[in-house]
């Protein structure tokens, strides 16, 4: 069955970075686009970031423009996001989710990961 | 941006059918998706393209879309229902997500 584990969540430092993890499994993992989904604390969801399946296109929400970057191995099935400049508004939840469609994306989350937890925090 | 509207919160006796409501400006034109999610919880996808349901969910969810609003429909309530529901759309190139509904199970 589908796994998406997340790793690499923690405390930081307002104005510093973080880099997370995304190892997937149970499926074709170069075959699908995948994004990042976050939820501050008892907050909505908000979209982050997606890739395509080939890594050819990325987006990002507004909030994260500039400075987070999506990434992907498809070799070691595995996703990432390079957090920087980070503030305190982006403490959240961060999950991973696979797109519902292969290739480009139909831009609908059908599996989730557990999520890490970001803190950012002097 | 595009914005989609939800209440804060709903109830439903056990047993009866709840109502969750997703509103934006000529939703009906987009496709809209479902999630629940129970406390400390990643969310579980629901509902997908208007009125699709995953493998393994119950017949007993179900969604439409038209005009102005979006709407996922649990029939007879169990208090496992009892979640946040937040509606999803895509809009010329990003994700929008609702605020979220609080249903309880009364």
Not at chain 2, 8 to 33: E, F, P, W, Y
Request: net charge positive; hydrophobic share 35%; with cysteine.
């Amino acid at each position: 069955q589908v796994q998406l584990v997340e790793s690499g969540g923690g405390v930081v430092q307002p104005g510093r970075s973080l880099r997370l993890s995304c190892a997937a499994s149970g499926f074709k993992f170069n075959s699908y686009a995948m994004h990042w989904v976050r939820q501050a604390p008892g907050k909505a969801l908000e979209w982050v970031a997606v890739i395509w399946f080939n890594g050819s296109n990325v987006d990002y929400g507004d909030s994260v423009k500039g400075r987070f970057t999506i990434s992907r191995d498809n070799s070691k099935n595995t996703l990432f996001l390079q957090m920087n400049s980070l503030r305190a508004e982006d403490t959240a939840v961060y999950y991973c989710a696979r797109d519902g469609f292969g290739g480009s994306g139909s831009y609908y989350f059908t599996h989730w990961g557990q999520g890490t937890l970001v803190t950012v925090s002097s | 941006s595009y914005e989609l509207t939800q209440t804060l919160s709903a109830s439903v006796a056990l047993g009866q059918t709840a109502t969750v409501t997703c509103g934006g400006d000529n939703i009906g034109s987009k496709k809209v998706h479902w999630y629940q999610q129970k406390p400390g919880q990643a969310p579980v996808m629901v509902i997908y393209r208007d009125t699709n349901r995953p493998s393994g969910i119950p017949e007993r969810f179900s969604g439409s879309n038209s005009g102005n609003t979006a709407t996922l429909t649990i029939s007879r309530a169990q208090a496992g229902d009892e979640a946040d529901y937040y509606c999803q759309v895509w809009d010329v190139k990003t994700v929008v997500f609702g605020g979220g509904t609080k249903l309880t199970v009364l």
